[in-house]
Structures are given as C-alpha cells and as structure tokens.
C-alpha cells in the first residue's frame, strides 16, 4: 500500500490571499516547496486537498483552479519535485452558480476528496497525514480515518518532519 501527505492549499503550501487563482498572486509558504520534494523523495504520495468555494461564488472558474494547479507543477518541476494529485471542491451551499450551489459530501470538513484519493491509490491511512492550516483540514482527515496535523506557520518542511517523527 502507499503512504501519502495530504496538504490543504491556501495558508499551507502558499500564502492565503483569499481566492486564489491568479498565478501572479501566488506565494509559496515558507518550506512548501521542501515538503513536497520531501515527500517524493521519501516515498510519500503528495496530494493537495482544497476547498474552493470561488468556482461557486463565481469569483474565477474550475478552469483558473486547473491552471494554477499546473503551473504549480511546472514550478515544483524546476527543483525535481511534483504533486501527485489535485482534488479541490468547487461547491458552497450559498453559492452564486447555481450548478455549484449545492450542499456537497466533498467539501472540507467532509472527507470525500481524501476517501478518493485513498481508494484512488490504494494509499494506507495509518501511514498518512493531513496537513492544514484550519481545523476542518484537520476534521477532514480525521473524518477519513488520516490523522491530521494542524500547521500554524512557520517552516512547513519542519512541520511535516515533526508530525512524523510523532509517528
């Protein structure tokens, strides 16, 4: 089975602007981009979970989140480091797109987007963490059976590091 770190994207991998999707506002977190060459160095799956509710505000659209995703790819391809996988949520119950506006079994504290990629990859919860900023990340991986790690700033590399030594 493989083993996998789960990260929230805004406020742990770059820096929470508030609705996110233009490459030129993005800002990696201090230690992001050593994680996840971390993670693939280490035989971690690195897999990006994320709720993003501007698709269903109609603030930018589930192409802009396909975009910056890619381009964060390309960047982390610079220094031989990739993402995995992307799963984000574009749902909100009170969203202004009607065919986002719905009450959703993904969005975050929910754990449909981990129990994807847990079944996706055959990927062993026991041996998994996920990493987030707010305590729904948390919620979320413990709603799937992942235990959750709650970053609070800093270095995000020693973050990860930490967490696993506690394994």
């Given at each position: 089975?493989?083993?996998?770190?789960?990260?929230?994207?805004?406020?742990?991998?770059?820096?929470?602007?508030?609705?996110?999707?233009r490459i030129e506002d993005f800002k990696w977190i201090d230690g992001a981009i050593d994680a996840i060459k971390f993670c693939n160095q280490n035989n971690y799956l690195a897999i990006v979970i994320t709720n993003q509710s501007g698709v269903a505000r109609g603030m930018y659209s589930e192409d802009?989140?396909?975009?910056?995703?890619?381009?964060?790819?390309?960047?982390?391809?610079?220094?031989?480091?990739?993402?995995?996988?992307?799963?984000?949520?574009?749902?909100?119950?009170?969203?202004?797109?009607?065919?986002?506006?719905?009450?959703?079994?993904?969005?975050?504290?929910?754990?449909?987007?981990?129990?994807?990629?847990?079944?996706?990859?055959?990927?062993?919860?026991?041996?998994?963490?996920?990493?987030?900023?707010?305590?729904?990340?948390?919620?979320?991986?413990?709603?799937?059976?992942?235990?959750?790690?709650?970053?609070?700033?800093?270095?995000?590399?020693?973050?990860?590091?930490?967490?696993?030594?506690?394994?």
């Amino acid at each position: 089975m493989a083993k996998a770190i789960f990260f929230d994207r805004d406020g742990t991998l770059n820096v929470d602007v508030d609705y996110l999707y233009r490459i030129e506002d993005f800002k990696w977190i201090d230690g992001a981009i050593d994680a996840i060459k971390f993670c693939n160095q280490n035989n971690y799956l690195a897999i990006v979970i994320t709720n993003q509710s501007g698709v269903a505000r109609g603030m930018y659209s589930e192409d802009d989140v396909n975009r910056l995703h890619a381009w964060m790819n390309e960047e982390l391809s610079k220094v031989g480091a990739h993402i995995d996988a992307f799963y984000y949520c574009p749902h909100h119950p009170r969203g202004a797109v009607e065919k986002y506006s719905v009450e959703c079994d993904c969005r975050k504290p929910r754990p449909k987007m981990i129990l994807d990629a847990l079944n996706r990859f055959d990927i062993a919860r026991d041996q998994s963490l996920m990493i987030g900023d707010k305590q729904r990340d948390i919620d979320s991986g413990l709603n799937a059976g992942v235990r959750g790690v709650l970053f609070e700033g800093g270095n995000l590399l020693e973050t990860l590091r930490a967490a696993l030594k506690n394994d």
